[in-house]
């Protein structure tokens, strides 16, 4: 039991080794056994003890049921067990890249219900794991108390971020106003609920398994649902802040498999055993070159290349704009040594390129690390896939570790590098202001705008 | 053992002798289970007497209850007595305060953890933990701070440029300590490692977040701290005077010994309280002033012009209190309005804040998080109702007394392209026109 069969998501390189997805069950049987012994002492003593054992004194998790569909398996009943879960891998990445096709082809509205579709089965599925790690189905309101929280924080970042694009809109509502005006009041009292209704569900035996659930569910709120909601900021900024990314991300745990595939030979963490050094390097060098190349494609269009506004009188989202200097093509000299191998002198390039560059870096080279994160997540609680939801993969979780950290740097970096603050938001922050206040700054920025040059001084007829 | 000697706030009996129940917090603290009883080898070093030899030898008569009791009082009023010495020294001096009082809380919850995991020999977590604390303060402090000392930073070539990637800085910060977490991973503590992780986060998600939006509320003016603090502050105390004298009907099963008389006279006399303070304050204008950096004078000024907020108005009495105190309208400070609402948050959610850290601490079979403060326990064991004021009052200041900061709304205005500041000004004078505020003659003005 103690040898971890090890489905991380980046997928290892050096052979397709994964076990086929029945055997997992087999393990379910001694984990009952264990448990059902205490049952006599206290239960937060068990747990207690649950935490300072050395990991190899803790029980397995039961994976959950095989979901490969029949059909498949009919098909492929010829193939030995290694082929035969290396089609189902395949068979299924090709499945989930067209959905995804699909649904950018779909627009953004689409895309946004897809995240937020990902952002909650991760969560489920985090929670999940809590539950089993500590056998806490039977706490009373706990999963209530739970998806509350989901619910809370997701209602207080939507009201932060999604109000702003929609500041047309929520302008004609009455109702939505005040919402909109109280939005931090009211998101912290429905927070203040949940709070108090989990001190006062807190039953005298279960303390401990209570209070680990509740920072468990905070934790996970906070990378789930702090992503998620980073991811959907960038997709606003343009659909092709949130492709390149995801993409590049995609594109290294593929072409670093690839690579450990044919080449691998060292190995590069103790954490993933699978990962080799060669792998890294040769994933990196493709991902950048991928990373530039579809950055190339993708600029051409304005429908990846403009923000994501939301028109009152078509009531849709539109992406319609001038695109900026970002997404035009700029001549650029080459340096010496890549002129003699070109044989050009200067190369048309749009400047998001080199911004893809740097994404695409990040992508090969920190991305990782959060591979190694649920890695270890995954062997110091015992389960070899966070969820069975995708046959051959693993849940959502295994398919989108990599991407957390991916999310967190494209926002910054669009906030650091790219543009300032949100336009909508100082307009959506400028209507709340007391009118006084809004004549006030109306005659400085009308002084400053004048003073610029950008605003014509009216004439009196 | 089972026996858990809380030594919550409101306990109208004092607990036993301090150095008993020490080497028993000592034992209980660390075992994970109760039914053994073992000593531990090597205790951590939480559990030493830190009572004064002084007192100690002044109170030596008394019978252990009354000493405790004794012990208890003195601090308080040290306590006390050097909150205000504090506010007396200004602002700055506050900050600093709040900001030792929440490494002190980490260092606590820490610590705690360590001893529940047996985590002492974990490579680099500390080490991790503290970098964790210190990236977490860098972020808030650039985010918050730099709006204060806008026109300082400005002129500062270097300060600029942080201020500027203050956000990508500190983002590469955090993603070095977390690389150093993954790289840190040791085979058979994979657990343990991510268990200290997910309590550090928690720790730094609930107190630095919180000593921020305190002192965010101090930069609104001090009153906005000191009236919720010492409402809060009073709550505790009257609430275990009220349970003391005449507590009968329990409250919540978690802390056995607070009543719902303490609660309920507690609620009454603290929103007195508040009414009262507040009238106090308000007439002062180093309470009532926000906080400004002065540049010429390089540092901190409370001078202006107090709003309206914190002036005298007249109040119409509605008909019933009319015939009882025999007044028609009455002078009041609108603040003092506001201050209602403070404390009735401070005596009615606050206490859940103090039983949430009950629960944690019967959960984690702790009597007290420290032993920082004698007659007391950790600077936790004082701070655990503040928490959830600080983030009331914050709330409440954003969305009831004053929108977002003007000046900060035109310093974002003033980074944006022009063609997004068009848009805006063009935005905001359609709906000033549609509002009726800008007229043809204002615009002329």
């Not at chain 1, 931090?184 to 303390?207: D, Q, T």
């Not at chain 2, 030899?53 to 040290?78: D, P, Q």
């Not at chain 2, 959610?349 to 009597?367: D, E, Q, V």
């Not at chain 2, 007659?375 to 004053?402: E, K, P, W």
Request: with cysteine.
């Amino acid at each position: 039991m103690l040898e971890l069969r090890h489905r991380g998501s980046c997928p290892g390189p050096g052979g397709a080794v994964a076990p086929p997805p029945r055997e997992g069950e087999a393990a379910g049987g001694d984990h009952e056994t264990e448990s059902t012994s205490d049952k006599e002492t206290d239960i937060d003593d068990r747990y207690g003890d649950l935490d300072s054992r050395a990991d190899s004194d803790i029980p397995e998790i039961p994976p959950s049921l095989d979901r490969t569909p029949e059909i498949l398996k009919k098909a492929l009943s010829g193939l030995s067990s290694r082929w035969k879960n290396w089609w189902i891998r395949g068979i299924l990445t090709l499945t989930m890249i067209s959905m995804f096709f699909l649904i950018i082809y779909m627009g953004s509205f689409m895309l946004m219900l897809l995240v937020l579709g990902i952002q909650v089965k991760c969560f489920h599925e985090i929670i999940t794991i809590g539950y089993r790690v500590y056998h806490s189905y039977d706490l009373p309101w706990f999963r209530t108390l739970s998806w509350y929280f989901l619910l809370c924080v997701n209602y207080f970042f939507y009201g932060e971020t999604v109000a702003d694009y929609f500041a047309t809109f929520v302008q004609r509502e009455e109702q939505l106003q005040f919402l909109i005006r109280y939005h931090r009041f009211i998101s912290f009292a429905l927070y203040l609920a949940g709070f108090c209704m989990f001190v006062l569900s807190l039953v005298k035996k279960h303390y401990r398994l209570q209070f680990y659930m509740f920072a468990w569910t905070h934790v996970t709120l906070l990378i789930t649902v702090t992503q998620s909601h980073l991811v959907i900021q960038n997709l606003f900024e343009g659909m092709i802040w949130f492709l390149v990314p995801i993409s590049s991300v995609i594109c290294n745990d593929i072409t670093a498999y690839l690579f450990g595939f044919f080449f691998g030979r060292t190995p590069l963490i103790k954490l993933s055993p699978k990962k080799t050094w060669e792998g890294f390097i040769g994933g990196f060098f493709s991902t950048v070159v991928f990373g530039f190349i579809a950055a190339y494609v993708l600029s051409k269009y304005q429908y990846f290349v403009c923000p994501v506004e939301y028109r009152s009188d078509v009531n849709s989202f539109v992406t319609e704009c001038e695109p900026t200097e970002l997404f035009q093509l700029q001549s650029y000299s080459l340096p010496p040594f890549l002129q003699a191998v070109l044989r050009q002198e200067t190369v048309s390039l749009y400047p998001f390129q080199i911004h893809s560059i740097a994404l695409s870096t990040f992508a090969s080279l920190i991305g990782p690390f959060g591979g190694f994160f649920a890695s270890g997540f995954k062997r110091a609680f015992k389960i070899k896939d966070f969820a069975n939801t995708i046959p051959g993969h693993g849940g959502i979780m295994d398919r989108f570790d990599c991407q957390y950290l991916m999310a967190t740097f494209v926002h910054v970096y669009i906030t650091s590098f790219i543009r300032g603050p949100n336009p909508s938001k100082v307009l959506q922050q400028l209507l709340v202001l007391q009118p006084e206040q809004q004549l006030n700054i109306y005659k400085t920025l009308k002084t400053h705008l004048i003073e610029k040059g950008i605003l014509q001084p009216t004439l009196k007829v | 053992m089972t026996e858990l000697r809380q030594r919550a706030v409101r306990e109208p009996d004092a607990p036993p002798e301090d150095k008993e129940s020490e080497s028993e917090a000592k034992v209980d603290g660390e075992t994970a289970s109760d039914s053994e009883s073992r000593a531990e080898p090597a205790p951590p070093p939480t559990s030493v007497d830190d009572t004064p030899e002084v007192l100690n030898r002044a109170l030596s008569n008394l019978s252990s209850r009354w000493k405790n009791w004794w012990v208890r009082g003195i601090l308080s009023l040290a306590m006390i007595a050097f909150f205000f010495i504090i506010i007396y020294l200004g602002p700055m001096v506050l900050m600093m305060i709040v900001m030792c009082v929440q490494i002190k809380c980490f260092h606590e919850i820490i610590t705690i953890g360590y001893n529940v995991y047996h985590s002492y020999d974990l490579p680099w977590f500390r080490t991790l933990s503290w970098y964790f604390l210190l990236c977490v303060n860098y972020f808030f402090y650039g985010e918050t701070v730099t709006d204060y000392f806008f026109t300082l930073v400005q002129r500062e070539e270097p300060l600029r440029i942080l201020s500027k990637y203050h956000r990508f800085i500190s983002f590469t910060l955090y993603l070095t300590g977390f690389c150093m977490f993954v790289l840190s991973l040791v085979k058979k503590h994979y657990r343990l490692q991510f268990y200290m992780f997910g309590w550090t986060h928690v720790t730094l998600l609930i107190v630095v977040t919180q000593s921020h939006l305190v002192i965010h509320n101090l930069f609104e003016g001090m009153i906005w701290f000191i009236v919720p603090i010492s409402c809060v502050i009073c709550n505790d105390i009257m609430a275990y005077m009220f349970g003391f004298f005449f507590g009968r009907t329990p409250l919540i099963k978690l802390s056995p010994k607070k009543t719902w008389e303490g609660f309920i006279g507690g609620f009454f006399a603290t929103v007195v309280f508040g009414l009262l303070l507040s009238y106090v304050m308000s007439g002062y204008r180093c309470f009532v002033c926000p906080v400004e950096y002065n540049n010429d004078t390089n540092s901190f000024t409370v001078d202006c012009e107090p709003s309206d907020l914190f002036r005298l108005q007249e109040y119409n009495i509605p008909g019933v209190i009319q015939s009882v105190i025999g007044w028609k309208t009455v002078r009041m400070y609108p603040f003092q309005i506001h201050s209602i609402a403070l404390s009735t948050f401070a005596s009615l959610i606050g206490p859940f804040g103090g039983f949430f850290a009950s629960g944690f601490k019967r959960a984690f079979k702790i009597k007290d998080f420290a032993n920082t403060i004698p007659g007391h326990g950790g600077i936790m064991d004082r701070f655990d109702c503040q928490y959830l004021m600080a983030t009331f009052v914050n709330v409440y200041i954003a969305s009831f007394i004053r929108g977002p900061n003007p000046s900060k709304l035109i310093q974002q205005f003033l980074t944006l392209r022009p063609d997004q500041q068009l848009h805006i000004f063009n935005t905001l004078k359609s709906h000033l026109t549609d509002k009726g505020i800008l007229t043809a003659t204002t615009e002329d003005e």
